[in-house]
């Protein structure tokens, strides 16, 4: 070994052996956050002759902290409890309801402690705090109890709880702050926390030493801030948050995991400033699973093993990129997990400019392919360690509490006066639980600090019909910061309400140094009463607000940076359907960054970047509802530059009926970023495009990615590749167009197409005499699927009732219909299995979802075709208020062929499987054919495969890319027909499109 290796070696030892000293002598609770009690009528103190706590890590407090939080949910519904300074054993799982917030106070920060060898934390896994769905009624539960299914106690609840709810996509507001976990020897399954939860909840200022533990999180949502891992097998062991939404952690550092820092899967990890140290891993993705990760401006250090493991690594779902990256003796920077491929670093220390893996479009017009990126160097010293992303707040004894400067907040008095009387008068307020009602704008000086600590409890509110709000007018803001403001804005709600034209949110002026966080845009989903029960937004017919007056989009945006605004922006939540977009960023250069802002509900636009410059906007969430959202343009960027997009996820809800054709468009725009873009629907019309650039027309249909760059030149033409399965000459036609969304094809014996266009109730016939699209029914029946026995009936699987298929001949007169109805499923070696040839699933269990036998079957008129189907499409299963069945959401059913591999798509993870089918319609031994998946499969005579995925691609039956068919619009059902079976049939969702191959198709 060489003198350098010998250095090394020792230098490493040396290392390793200061920080085991350093992670010894650690304190056990870190430096408070709150470390004076904070005076809120509204909110629970555990104190000892109110519950009876000790708080001498003795006792065992479990009941009185249980106690605090069960009054604040039964009194309030939604708040907080405050938890003074003191060590607080537990001994069984405490549960924190939706909306409650768990905040510790005093001089040292509140310590929970699971104590030596605590029954219940041996095995499995064992949850020191749970954040629930809901708070079980006793008396309802009695009342109903004969007639609710049995619920199976939830695995981790100590002692295990049949009756508590896990949080789910519906928890909103709650929190823990400033409480340090500590868990003791001999409790090898005890998790700190399951935080399984959705917008506006976080976890911050909490130090974890799990010691002999598995986890200090399990399972996370949303967004974290200040947390600081200790020991334990991980820091974190996490999945796909409950919505599907991303999870941003800010300031944290991992130290002496014994396996890995983080071990998870599809979390969409954003790690921004966060530090790894003396670790045999820092991040760990799971095998076979895929994830989109960005992390930035963060460290490595001490790491014996690969920093980063990278699976499903020929998947476009794979999406990793991390930039910034200090490393300190981290020999293998990362390794791809199938192929063992290892990326090492340059030296002892380096930098990481750049990695980046997946799939990579590196400007507009460009092809996309897999490929890695690493640009590294070596350095000789590490660099200090860089300002934290969220800002202190000021001293704490600086504090003023806006109630003692006669401020009501009683939801009725008009605060205005002297709400800005107190900020003329003192730079930081203190803001306690309450609607606290203004009628003019409240403006803020250059150093104005507004603090809260429950956004949903802590709100300005403009009342409907307020005088200087009404329009049409200029935009009036609720809440305004001066230009080149230091200002902080922090856990309050503002809410503009829904009959005030003119209002704006916040009008944000105020400089790069400024902050808002934990502030929520009142109005929408989510949005609670005084008393903690949920607004429903909605009319009967969910097309708008229950009062007619309260119109959609009929106010300026909510959070309105503008005018050289910049600065911090994180944990926003801004579903205010009132306004005509949650985030409007204009007329600006001052830098600005964005951390976990969930932006939905809107009718025209969630983000609009205009003439904006230097912003980082980093775990961006949209969703659109079918209600309000069908036509909404989530995120557009016009005449803007030096934009970086990452980690955005772009969804539309399971009910969407309308098809849209892109989640981004960019205009007169260059350098613009995008890193991890997510695009995606479990219903039937996601996006056609994830990126459009109108100034060049070009559209990216690609919906999963890695990186796209947009350089702003123009991008040059893509040269013309010769067809290998098309007919010598031909090409894509289109037959004809103006439809709402077309699925369901089929052809008959004589090769005709038939198609349905659900939302207009129609079923039609393609005309190749009059070249014209037939309508063949048109009565109410809600057909979605198509399939043809051999003696020419149609069958139709129908959205109507439950688990509806009926037939008909297709020239027979229109009341000549025939219900099928289901039988048990058998085997039917004689018949024709009609199967479904693309599937959605939300979890990563495509193989053993779709090889699971259906326990029905529908027999065709003349007995030689079967649909199978399941319980869910014959009882009618709801999946948030829509039909999900296989055979339903499905874009096309196709016969399986004797003897011939069938092929299924995973829509979802975007792979392609080759099955054989049983002779019930049970598919079986699915082998991965493409790591490519889309809308639709067809096969020819010859055994290619055709893929519609964006474009159509084709591939031999090895599973080698053979072609491409471009086609004008995003092709989402394939078939073949024609007289001689070389017609493919392209249906998109408002046309039909032809074009003719070489093969025939048997």
Known sequence: MSGKGCEDKKMMKYKWLLAALVFFTLPL?????????????????????????????????????????????????????????????????????????????????????LGENTPGFQHGIGYMVLFAGGRPDPLHAARAGHRRR???????????????????????????????????????????????????????????????????????????????????????????????????????????????????????????????????????????????????????????????????????????????????????????????????????????????????????????????????????????????????????????????????????????????????????????????????????????????????TTQFDILDSTPGFQGPGAPKPLLETPQGGTNIVTGIGLYTNGINSRAVGAMWMAGKDSLMDDVRFLGGHGTNNADGTRINPYNSTHTADPDPRRRWDSQYPSLWITNGGGGTFADIWTPDTFAQAGLYISNTSTEGHVYELSSEHHVRNEAVLR?????????????????EGPFALPLEIDDSSNITIANYHSYRVVGSYQPFPYAVRVSRSENIRFRNLHVYSDSKVSFDNSVFDSSYGVEVRQRELAALTISGKRPTAQHQHAHIVLASGTKVEKLCDDFFNISGAAVDGEGRLYFVDAHRQRIYRWSQKTQEAVIVRDHPLEPVQLAFDKAGDLMVVSYAGNGTVYSFRPDAPADSIALIKPIPAAPRARMSPVLPVDYWRNENDFVQAVSAPKPYQYISPDRTTFIPAGEDFVNGALYYGTKMADVLRAFSLAKAGQGKPFYVTDESQEKTYSASVKPDGTLYDLKLFTEEGGESVAQDAAGNVYLAAGNIYVYDPSGKKIDEIDVPERPIDLIFGGKDGRTLFILTHRSLYTVHTKMVQK
Request: with cysteine.
């Open 611 to 627: 003439h904006a410059s230097n912003w980082e906007i980093y775990a961006l969430q949209t969703e659109e509802e079918w209600g």
């Open 29 to 113: 609770a870190g430096a408070s956050y709150y470390p004076v009690r904070l005076d809120d009528p509204s909110a629970v103190y555990l104190t000892a002759k109110k519950f009876s706590v000790r708080g001498d890590g003795i006792a065992d407090d479990s009941d009185a902290i249980q106690s605090a939080i069960d009054q604040v949910q039964a009194t309030r519904g939604q708040g907080i409890v405050f938890i003074p300074e003191g060590r607080y054993r537990i001994s069984r799982t405490i549960y924190v309801w939706p909306g409650v917030r768990v905040i510790g106070y005093g001089a040292h920060r509140p310590v929970f402690v």
């Open 150 to 456: 049995p619920r199976v106690a939830m695995e981790g609840t100590v002692p295990l709880n049949k009756e508590v709810p896990d949080a789910n996509p519906g928890t909103f507001y709650s929190a823990m702050s400033n409480i340090d976990f500590e868990i003791r020897d001999g409790n090898p399954a005890a998790v700190g926390i399951r935080f399984h939860v959705a917008q506006h909840c976080f976890l911050t200022h909490m130090d974890f030493h799990i010691g002999s533990g598995l986890a200090a999180l399990h399972d996370i949502g949303n967004e974290a801030e200040d947390l600081h891992f200790y020991g334990g097998q991980y820091g974190i062991m996490t999945r796909k948050p409950s919505p599907g939404w991303q999870f941003t952690l800010l300031d944290s550092t991992f130290e002496g995991q014994r396996v890995a820092a983080i071990k998870e899967h599809e979390a969409g990890l954003t790690l921004i400033h966060d530090e790894f140290r003396n670790v045999p891993a820092a991040i760990s993705i799971d095998p076979g699973y895929a994830e989109e990760l960005w992390v930035k401006d963060s460290r490595f250090e001490n790491i014996s093993g690969p920093a980063v493991t990278i699976s499903n690594e020929k998947n476009p779902k794979t999406e990793i990129n991390l930039e910034g990256i200090l490393c300190d003796h981290v020999p293998v920077f990362a390794v791809l997990r199938e192929s063992g491929r290892k990326i090492s670093g340059p030296g002892a220390i380096y930098r990481v400019t750049v990695f980046s893996h997946g799939l990579t479009i590196p400007d507009l017009g460009q092809p996309a392919k897999i490929q890695t990126s690493f640009q590294s160097a070596a350095l000789t010293t590490l660099p200090p360690r860089g300002p934290s992303v969220i800002p202190d707040l000021p001293a704490r004894d600086t504090w003023v509490n806006l109630r003692s400067l006669g401020v009501k907040g009683d939801g009725v008095t008009d605060d205005t006066a002297a709400i800005q009387k107190a900020i003329e008068e003192h730079p930081t307020l203190y803001i306690p639980s309450g609607r606290y009602v203004v009628s003019d704008t409240i403006r803020l000086k250059p150093n104005t600090v507004l603090i809260g600590l429950h956004p949903s």
